[in-house]
């Protein structure tokens, strides 16, 4: 999946948990910037899971640590 196509994707979901258009940068840190709480983080996994087809275990959540890092790992885990 494309670069493009995976951050378009992923700004949609964000955007559905309930994050400010103006936060969403690639360097934003979930947690501290964007504020996702522990029930933002579920649905956003639930979200991000259901638009990306792609099953993320718990051994995975802190690999996304921020928009950047979710984008990377999209990228390898998406085909």
């Known amino acids: ?3 493009d196509t995976i951050r378009r994707n992923l ?3 964000l955007r559905k948990t309930g994050v400010p258009r ?3 940068v ?3 840190a979930l947690k501290e910037e964007l504020l ?3 029930i933002d983080l579920t649905c956003f ?9 792609v099953e993320i275990g718990n051994s995975e959540l802190p690999k996304l640590e921020s928009v950047g890092s979710t984008i990377e790992y999209l990228q390898k885990h998406c085909a």
Do not use: S
């Open 1 to 3: 999946m494309k670069q």
């Open 11 to 13: 700004y949609k979901v």
């Open 22 to 24: 103006e936060r969403i």
């Open 26 to 28: 690639e360097d934003a």
């Open 36 to 38: 996702v709480d522990e």
């Open 45 to 53: 996994l639930f979200l991000l899971e259901t638009k990306f087809e």
